[in-house]
């Protein structure tokens, strides 16, 4: 019992002793991975919901809507090729994002305005 | 500290491990290309990639009795819910996926029964009633372990998680309706379901796994932010949960130590066979070779429909192109 642990989210799995899948050779090519961006309803964004495996694009919708909207969580979807996307690192003190971490001035609570001034 | 590792600074790995650390403590989330020490990727990849595989072959025990539900309602709910499971095990095996292991790398590793999956799914369902017990019991103790998991530090984890719980909630409740429909129905049926719920009690407290004494995991989980509460902590969260929907619904669990605990303010209750459950875990369960073959069988029976699709790409791209 010494090397098991109940993390696994649906029951109890072991943690050790499992591989993690490095140096395993798929038998067959994979689908290209897709990523899937979900309206929830007009008048918002597309929001990032996962991802997916599909040989196409159509196929990509298609098991967008069932693995992802199963209960009207969308009104519109789309599916992007997840090599076509660009991104930065993820991490905030990636210098990218430097340059807006000093203008406290392009925030409104920047400025003192009297408690008197209405609507402001 | 060395003069000359204060000339040079800190190894540029310790400096990384420093600012994972800080991310860890602020209760902020790790997401996918930051940085994170090989054990968190790892322990995350077997967690994460082993739940997946626990959704999918939980669609099998409960799949069983899609074409013989005693209803159009009750068929049209079971369907609904396999669909959910296969649903979770593409959220999950997606979230795995951005540690950089591919679908397909697990899931040979789930044939090849390199990685496991949640014991309680080598259970057999024996009866109709066991679809009731499984919404219940089974995916209640899913429910106290995923609802935790919700703000575990990785991100695509925790993402995941919110969306599998509140598909859960639609699962424990149709298997409760489900048992007390049929408690209002013949005696034969009442004992349908007690035998049915005598069978699960067990198996679904294993769910949460070993005693904390005999998880050395738990810590580091912990630490992690991984995992929040340890295996004694929903243990017992479950039990406490659960005592009264049983005595609502009308059962009782073949626990003879359960009861309530007026110190404590909790259920004090007996301890699983953790001998069956460590051999259901080494795959000797009374349904792990059945389960296995079925996957691998299904996994066989696609590959048709896999290369076809592959064609079918291929050739709208050489006619588009």
């Given at each position: 019992?010494?090397?098991?642990?109940?993390?696994?989210?649906?029951?109890?799995?072991?943690?050790?002793?499992?591989?993690?899948?490095?140096?395993?050779?798929?038998?067959?090519?994979?689908?290209?991975?897709?990523?899937?961006?979900?309206?929830?309803?007009?008048?918002?964004?597309?929001?990032?919901?996962?991802?997916?495996?599909?040989?196409?694009?159509?196929?990509?919708?298609?098991?967008?809507?069932?693995?992802?909207?199963?209960?009207?969580?969308?009104?519109?979807?789309?599916?992007?090729?997840?090599?076509?996307?660009?991104?930065?690192?993820?991490?905030?003190?990636?210098?990218?994002?430097?340059?807006?971490?000093?203008?406290?001035?392009?925030?409104?609570?920047?400025?003192?305005?009297?408690?008197?001034?209405?609507?402001? | 500290?060395?003069?000359?590792?204060?000339?040079?600074?800190?190894?540029?790995?310790?400096?990384?491990?420093?600012?994972?650390?800080?991310?860890?403590?602020?209760?902020?989330?790790?997401?996918?290309?930051?940085?994170?020490?090989?054990?968190?990727?790892?322990?995350?990849?077997?967690?994460?990639?082993?739940?997946?595989?626990?959704?999918?072959?939980?669609?099998?025990?409960?799949?069983?009795?899609?074409?013989?539900?005693?209803?159009?309602?009750?068929?049209?709910?079971?369907?609904?819910?396999?669909?959910?499971?296969?649903?979770?095990?593409?959220?999950?095996?997606?979230?795995?996926?951005?540690?950089?292991?591919?679908?397909?790398?697990?899931?040979?590793?789930?044939?090849?029964?390199?990685?496991?999956?949640?014991?309680?799914?080598?259970?057999?369902?024996?009866?109709?009633?066991?679809?009731?017990?499984?919404?219940?019991?089974?995916?209640?103790?899913?429910?106290?372990?995923?609802?935790?998991?919700?703000?575990?530090?990785?991100?695509?984890?925790?993402?995941?998680?919110?969306?599998?719980?509140?598909?859960?909630?639609?699962?424990?409740?149709?298997?409760?309706?489900?048992?007390?429909?049929?408690?209002?129905?013949?005696?034969?049926?009442?004992?349908?379901?007690?035998?049915?719920?005598?069978?699960?009690?067990?198996?679904?407290l294993m769910m949460f796994g070993p005693p904390d004494a005999d998880s050395p995991n738990t810590a580091q989980s912990m630490a992690w932010g991984i995992k929040r509460n340890t295996n004694d902590?929903?243990?017992?969260?479950?039990?406490?949960?659960?005592?009264?929907?049983?005595?609502?619904?009308?059962?009782?669990?073949?626990?003879?130590?359960?009861?309530?605990?007026?110190?404590?303010?909790?259920?004090?209750?007996?301890?699983?066979?953790?001998?069956?459950?460590?051999?259901?875990?080494?795959?000797?369960?009374?349904?792990?070779?059945?389960?296995?073959a079925h996957r691998r069988r299904a996994h066989e029976d696609g590959a048709w429909v896999r290369e076809a699709a592959t064609a079918y790409a291929a050739k709208q791209r050489k006619a588009t192109?």
């Amino acid at each position: 019992m010494s090397n098991l642990s109940a993390e696994g989210g649906h029951g109890a799995v072991p943690l050790q002793g499992v591989p993690t899948g490095e140096g395993v050779t798929p038998p067959e090519p994979e689908w290209p991975l897709w990523e899937v961006f979900v309206r929830g309803k007009r008048g918002l964004n597309h929001v990032h919901v996962g991802s997916l495996h599909a040989a196409d694009d159509r196929m990509a919708l298609l098991h967008a809507r069932d693995v992802y909207t199963r209960r009207n969580e969308g009104v519109s979807i789309w599916v992007v090729r997840a090599d076509a996307i660009t991104a930065s690192s993820p991490d905030e003190k990636d210098p990218m994002f430097a340059p807006s971490g000093d203008k406290v001035y392009r925030h409104p609570t920047f400025y003192d305005i009297p408690d008197n001034v209405p609507h402001m | 500290m060395t003069l000359t590792e204060t000339a040079r600074g800190p190894a540029p790995d310790a400096e990384l491990e420093r600012h994972f650390e800080a991310t860890i403590a602020r209760n902020d989330r790790i997401e996918p290309r930051d940085w994170m020490p090989e054990g968190y990727r790892k322990t995350l990849v077997r967690q994460i990639a082993q739940h997946a595989h626990s959704e999918i072959i939980g669609m099998q025990p409960e799949g069983n009795w899609i074409t013989r539900a005693p209803s159009l309602r009750r068929k049209a709910i079971l369907l609904a819910k396999v669909q959910d499971e296969a649903g979770h095990g593409l959220y999950l095996y997606s979230a795995a996926e951005t540690l950089g292991v591919s679908r397909l790398e697990l899931t040979e590793l789930l044939l090849a029964g390199r990685q496991k999956y949640s014991s309680i799914f080598n259970y057999p369902t024996l009866s109709y009633a066991d679809v009731g017990t499984i919404g219940w019991l089974v995916d209640g103790a899913a429910i106290c372990n995923q609802v935790p998991l919700c703000r575990t530090s990785y991100g695509p984890y925790g993402r995941a998680m919110i969306r599998v719980c509140k598909e859960e909630s639609f699962h424990q409740r149709q298997g409760y309706e489900l048992l007390a429909t049929m408690m209002r129905g013949t005696d034969e049926q009442r004992a349908m379901v007690q035998e049915s719920v005598d069978r699960f009690w067990w198996p679904a407290l294993m769910m949460f796994g070993p005693p904390d004494a005999d998880s050395p995991n738990t810590a580091q989980s912990m630490a992690w932010g991984i995992k929040r509460n340890t295996n004694d902590e929903l243990r017992q969260k479950f039990v406490d949960m659960s005592v009264p929907q049983a005595e609502a619904l009308g059962v009782t669990f073949p626990d003879p130590e359960l009861r309530w605990n007026e110190e404590r303010g909790h259920h004090d209750f007996g301890q699983p066979d953790w001998e069956e459950f460590m051999e259901g875990v080494k795959g000797n369960g009374p349904c792990n070779a059945q389960r296995m073959a079925h996957r691998r069988r299904a996994h066989e029976d696609g590959a048709w429909v896999r290369e076809a699709a592959t064609a079918y790409a291929a050739k709208q791209r050489k006619a588009t192109a």
